[in-house]
C-alpha cells in the first residue's frame, strides 16, 4: 500500500478557500443567486412533477386498477350518486401516507387520474389531507395536459351482436382473429390477437351486424392478469357481468339446460358467462363478485 502523501498548507487551507471565493464571486456578483425565496418566490415545476392528485370522473369506470396497485394502500374506492352519471365508484386518496410513486396514473386503462404540480398540502390535522372523489374532481384537467400515454386503435367485439359468422376471421390479412366455440353455447366467437392487429380495420368493414368498432385504447405499462372462467362451477348468477366496469362480460343462454316444470312449460335455459378479453382491464372485480370459485385470476386477492 503506497504511503499517503502530506498535504501542504496551501492545500489543507487555501485551495478550498480558493474555490469557496470564487463561487461566492459567481453567485453574488457575477450572476444571480440560485436560492429561490420561497414562499414569495416559486419555482415553475415540470408537467411531469408528482403532486396532489386530480380525477376526471367521466373518463374514469370505476375499475380499482389505481387502488390495487398502490404500494402504501393509500387509496380506496368510494360509492357515490352523480347527477349525470348516476350510481359510481371512484377512488380517493389519503395524500399523508402517498409517495407520489405514480403507479395509479400508469396503471389507469382510460387515463382518468393525474398527478398536478400541486404540492402545497401540508396542514396540522391528517384527516385534511385525505381528499375524497369529489375533492379529487377535475374533470376538465385531461383537456390541458399532453398526455404521454399512446393510444392505439383496435377492434372491439360487441358479443351482444355478433352472430359468429366467422367473416372477420376469413378478412382479416393478419391471421389474428380465431373463431373459438362457446362450450355448452353451440356458437363460436371471434378473439383477436392484439399484439398481431395492424388496425387496418377490415374485419370491421366485413361485419355484417356491426359487432366489431375500431376503439382507441390507451397502451398499458403493465402486464394485468386475465379471467380463467370454470363453467362447471358457474350457476349463472351473472354477478360477474354486474361487477365488471369495462362491459367485457356477456351472459349467453345454454342450449339444453331447460327443466321441464309442473305445469309441463319448459323453464328459460340456464345462462353462462362469456368473456371478451380484449376488452378486460384486469381489475378482479368479476373474480371478487364471484360466490361460486368460477374465476380464476392468479396473484389477484379476493
Given at each position: 500500500m503506497a504511503?499517503?502523501?502530506?498535504?501542504?498548507?496551501?492545500?489543507?487551507?487555501?485551495?478550498?478557500?480558493?474555490?469557496?471565493?470564487?463561487?461566492?464571486?459567481?453567485?453574488?456578483?457575477?450572476?444571480?443567486?440560485?436560492?429561490?425565496?420561497?414562499?414569495?418566490?416559486?419555482?415553475?415545476?415540470?408537467?411531469?412533477?408528482?403532486?396532489?392528485?386530480?380525477?376526471?370522473f367521466k373518463r374514469c369506470i370505476g375499475c380499482g386498477n389505481c387502488v390495487e396497485i398502490c404500494p402504501n394502500d393509500c387509496m380506496w374506492m368510494e360509492k357515490l350518486e352523480d347527477p349525470e352519471l348516476g350510481k359510481i365508484e371512484r377512488p380517493g386518496v389519503d395524500m399523508g401516507r402517498c409517495l407520489f410513486c405514480g403507479f395509479c396514473v400508469e396503471v389507469c386503462p382510460t387515463v382518468a387520474i393525474h398527478e398536478t404540480v400541486e404540492f402545497e398540502l401540508a396542514d396540522g390535522d391528517r384527516e385534511k389531507i385525505k381528499f375524497g372523489p369529489k375533492e379529487l374532481r377535475d374533470d376538465a384537467y385531461s383537456d390541458k395536459i399532453v398526455e404521454e400515454r399512446q393510444k392505439r386503435s383496435v377492434p372491439v367485439l360487441d358479443l351482444g351482436k355478433c352472430t359468429g359468422c366467422e367473416k372477420c376471421a376469413g378478412e382479416c390479412p393478419e391471421i389474428c382473429i380465431a373463431m373459438m366455440p362457446i362450450e355448452s353455447v353451440g356458437k363460436s366467437k371471434p378473439e383477436i390477437a392484439l399484439p398481431k392487429c395492424t388496425a387496418c380495420g377490415k374485419c370491421v368493414v366485413v361485419c355484417p351486424e356491426k359487432a366489431l368498432t375500431m376503439k382507441d385504447m390507451y397502451e398499458s405499462y403493465f402486464e394485468m392478469p386475465e379471467p380463467k372462467f370454470i363453467l362447471k362451477n358457474c350457476t349463472g348468477c351473472s354477478a360477474c357481468a354486474k361487477a365488471c366496469p369495462a362491459d367485457a362480460i356477456y351472459m349467453t343462454d345454454m342450449p339444453g339446460t331447460e327443466k321441464i316444470l309442473k305445469d309441463g312449460k319448459k323453464s328459460k335455459p340456464k345462462k353462462r358467462a362469456v368473456f371478451v378479453l380484449e376488452k378486460c382491464v384486469g381489475c378482479g372485480k368479476c373474480f371478487r363478485a364471484c360466490k361460486f370459485n368460477s374465476i380464476e385470476m392468479p396473484g389477484v386477492k379476493k
Open positions: 504511503p499517503k502523501k502530506k498535504q501542504s498548507t496551501f492545500g489543507f487551507v487555501l485551495r478550498p478557500m480558493k474555490r469557496t471565493g470564487a463561487q461566492v464571486w459567481r453567485s453574488l456578483i457575477v450572476g444571480k443567486p440560485n436560492t429561490v425565496l420561497y414562499p414569495y418566490q416559486k419555482l415553475d415545476l415540470p408537467p411531469t412533477y408528482r403532486g396532489k392528485h386530480t380525477l376526471d
